[in-house]
Each structure stands twice: as structure tokens, then as C-alpha cells.
């Protein structure tokens, strides 16, 4: 999202507050992972006052209200959300707001008054409140070399969009704005097969379609003048935990392609079609058998499987958050541009605890391409055509929805 790459890129120690009345420095804390800045230091150079009730963390600064939820990476400034990297939180009876907060959003609502200097890690208060038009303009993320987090993996397979869009200039292909990097995590891979693709010609399993349908994806996102990351580019094994990680500085959303199939049985043959999951509790018979397969993978892994505990524990976390929301949105636009041009047709929406979406922090789909039992989804699935055809719908769906959520940010967004 927006100024994630500077901040990701540039990870400072400390930021400087340099305001009409004196320059602080207030260090910065990676000790969650992310960059984040203790409220109490930037009480005093900017004259923040912070509430904290509960869970709510309300911030004013600058005229302006942020509301902020413990654990919650989210902002709500008047009546939308916006997603931050990073979520606020309390050590040793210390409040932390993340930096991407004070260097993205702050300056963004403030009409000119506050302005981020991603080189010095500067946030300049100016002297006069700026006159003129108070409504928010985007501004576009500098450009910045990646930087890799140090708990994030490099990526497997970074491929720059081409051409970068100018300020305010909407790229001709798909109208949209702002640079956005997507995370593509083609399903299962080296020795863990997927599902064996009962339909699908010659040695074919769910791995080798959803790395063909996940290379194409990469193409046609970066021919619409997308990022794109592969979590995997080869026949190599990501462990379920870490396929998230590729999601976390420089990611806008996460979606993972897999192929559904089922077990021996009077509906092996005869279910058929595309459904798209968001992380959630599993509600029926059928979501749980699709969420146990894509988390039976760890069974292939060499790390320390995750218990229940801990996901449910993650899970719980999560479901507080906005963010799941917007996953949720992503489902319904992916599942509703593949279904469209499916011949299975469409299963819809669904919800279950998958453990490779759990990590992503940003909103995050698994899109169950069709079955490898039905023989015409299988067909569909492994022709040029039918890869072509799901690709460019759930091409589609990313790309309305980061309309929907560009239009969030400058039409309901603050200032107006
Ligand atoms: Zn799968």
C-alpha cells in the first residue's frame, strides 16, 4: 500500500520530529517486527494526545481523530478504515503506533501541514497552516529499491511492474493509480503433490496446474502494470507458514491458487466448479474437507507443525481485525469474475482456517480453481484456454478491487 515501500526500504532508527517549536528524535522499535514509535515520545513535539480505553486507541493530532484497535492493523480516520503495516500494541505499559501511520497517513489528512521525508525519516511540522484546497490527494510512493525485512524470505520471484504510473495518472489498462504489488502463491509443490488430478492427461497433479495458472497470473498482472511475487516459480516445497511471509512489506493482498478435488464416493465425479475462500472459521461439512486438504501439506513440511492452539489463537486475533473485511470483498470479486467463465460453475464465497492465509496480515483469498475428479473441470483446468480464461477473471477481480479500494482512499477518504 501506498508509502510501504519507503518504509519498509529505509527501516530508520529513529525518527525526527522537527516541528516551529523543536526537533525531537524518537527512536524507533522493530521489536514486533514492524517499525513502530512510542506515543508517549511524539506527545511532546506534536502536541499528540492519545486515549487508551479498553482495546481503542484514539489519537488526535493535528485537528485530526485516529482510532486504532490493539493488534488491529488498521486506522479509522472519520468514517473508512485504512490498512497500515503493522498494528498498534502495548510493552511494558508503552503504547506503539506504527510508523507507517505517522509517515504515511498523518501527512496525507493534514492539508499540507505535516510533510514525511522518507530520506532523513523526518516529519516536518510547517510553520503556517497551508491555504488552499484541503481535499486529499494521493500521493504516489516514491520510488525505492526493495529492501527485505529481516524475518521476511526473499522473494522467490520479484518482477517490477512496467511502465511505473506517473502521479495521478491512471494507468491506461486498468485505471488505477497507485502502484500495488500482489503476492501469487501457487498451491502445494515438490513433494507435496496436491491433490493426484484424477481427470487431469499424463502425470499431471494440482501442483503442476496451479504453478501454470500461477506463472500466467504473474504475466497478466504485470502486463496490467502490476507487481507481482511468486511464492514459488519451480516445483519447490514453501512451507505453508512461510508462503504468507511473502505478504508483508511489500504486498497489497495475497492470493493463493489451488484445485479442489473429492474423496472416493458417489460425488466424486459429479461435483464441479470454482469457489474462493477467505480466512474464517470452517461452517460446513464441505469447507472443512477443503481446509483440511490445503493444511494436510504440513504434513510435508520439516518445521514444527502448528498445533490448534495457536491458530485458533491467530484466527481469533484476526477475526477482530477490519481486515477481514476486505477479504471477504477480494473473495466476492475474484469468485464472481471466475465464476462467470467457468463450466463447473460457481460454489461461491466461502470461509475456512486455512493456515497459509492466517499469516498474510493483509487481505488474503484461496481460489479453489475447479475439480480435478469432475472431467470437464479437469479439462478446463489443464487446457491453454481454460488456464487463460480463469487467469484474466481473477486478473479482473484484483483489479476491481483495488479500484474499489484506491476510490476508498481518495472519495471517502479524509479531508473532504
Ligand atoms: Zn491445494
Redesign the pocket.
Known sequence: MIALVVVAALLPQQVLIATPRGQASVPVSMERGVAAVAAARLAQPLGLVVSLEGMAVRVVLGGRTFDFDLGAPFVRIGDAAYPLVGAPYVVRDTLFLPLHWLADYVPRVSAGRYRWDPVRSRLEESATLAVGPTAVTLSPPPAAAPAAAASVPPPVTAVPAAPTIAAGTPNPITGLRLSHTIVVDP??GGIDP??PGLTFPGHLA?KDV?LAIGRLLRAELVRRGLSVVLTRSTDTLIDLADRPLFCRAECDLFVSI???SMPKGPRQGRASGVETYFLSDAKTEDQKRVTQ??ND?MRFETATPVGDGPLAFILKDLQLNEYLRESARLADLVQGRVSAVHPGGDRGVQQGPFLVLAAARRPAVLV?TGFATHKEDGAFLTSAMGQRKIVNAIADGIVAYLLEFERKLAVGGPGR
Request: no cysteine; hydrophobic share 25%.
Open positions: 498451491g502445494h496436491g491433490n494440482e496451479t489451488h484445485v479442489n486438504m490445503e501439506a479453489e
